[in-house]
């Protein structure tokens, strides 16, 4: 696929990043990239793992990329810039990987299983614009009771997320996800490290595509297996970003995200008498009648309260932030570009 700019400018999407290095995929050729000097002056941010990008092929060393193409869908968090948060520059967001129709959530179900943990990346999944999947691996180490009764959690934490339960060892589950793997599907994993996103991924792969390594079932932690975001092509055709353990990606603006994960919640907010109604203590309030009637579940209230918290804290925190750095440039010289 060629750019309109010249002949000799080409498209490929990035599968991994390492430092300043960018490898990409053009068809089945795999090329080593590099940001091009004049990179910045035309773009804010670089590529990311997904990404789509115009670039100029070098036959004797890195090609040179010029820019990425739009973006269908991003993950995104507060952009710290690297610096600590008196240095972050402006109030902007990070993207971490790109391109995707599905996100694997993944959460396994001994220790590491986290209610309020799998709302947020259903949310931010949501906000992103692709569809969230909850992953529940190790089944093989709970009884069928109790994989049950987190399934039916998470049906009921959400409307808009498929949930499967699945044992990478026994093999349990693993088939009902093939429907995700459709030649030019794009899935990314996330999930906090220990809860098996490698050994899923070999799984459904039927490769040993990354490494994988023990947790400690006392408290369900391991450390990272995955050190760094790339894109893998299967068999199939299709492709699966792999991540870094998360524990928490933070919620800085995702509204919509949230708003849809509690679509139930949010329509009752349009049947309360008053419009500006705060849902405390005001007559004729639906959520309040909902809570009382037991229509809605007082932990799932809760749950919506403290994300929308969340969301709104971090967005009122990286504004002040920016105002304050803002200040910091003006009177301090030394601190400018």
Sequence with gaps: MNSNNTEDTLTAQVTSVHK????????????????????????????????YVTYRPNPYGDSMIDAFL?????????????????????????????????????????????ENRIARYIAITNDSGA??????????????????????????????????????ITGEGIDA?????????????IGSSGVGKSTLLNAISGQNLMKTSEIREEDGKGRHTTTHRELFTLPCG???????????????????????????????FNQCKFRNCSHTVEPGCAVLKALEDGNLDEERWNLYKGLQEENTWG???????????????????????
């Design 20 to 51: 300043n290095k960018f490898i990409l995929a053009d068809n089945k050729n795999e090329i080593t990239g590099i940001l091009k000097g004049s990179y910045f002056q035309h773009n804010d941010e670089p590529p990311v793992v997904g990404d």
């Design 70 to 114: 739009t973006r269908k869908t991003v993950f995104l968090r507060p952009d710290r810039g690297g610096h600590g948060e008196g240095y972050v520059k402006n109030l902007k967001t990070e993207a971490l990987v790109s391109n995707f129709d599905y996100v694997f959530i993944i959460s396994s179900l001994n220790q590491n299983f986290n």
């Design 131 to 168: 569809k969230p999947v909850v992953i529940l691996t190790k089944a093989d180490l709970c009884d069928s009771m109790e994989v049950e009764l987190k399934v039916q959690i998470i049906h009921a934490l959400s409307d808009t997320a498929e949930v499967y339960a699945v044992s990478s």
């Design 177 to 189: 996800l093939g429907k995700f793997l459709t030649c030019g599907t794009t899935i990314a994993l």
């Design 238 to 268: 299709a492709k699966i970003i792999d991540t870094p353990g998360l524990r928490e990606i933070g919620l800085n603006d995702v509204e919509d995200g949230i708003d849809e994960t509690f679509s139930d919640i949010t329509q009752l």
């Design 315 to 337: 967005k009122e925190k990286m504004i002040a932030i920016a105002k304050s750095n803002k200040n910091l440039m003006k009177f301090n010289p030394k601190h400018q570009r």
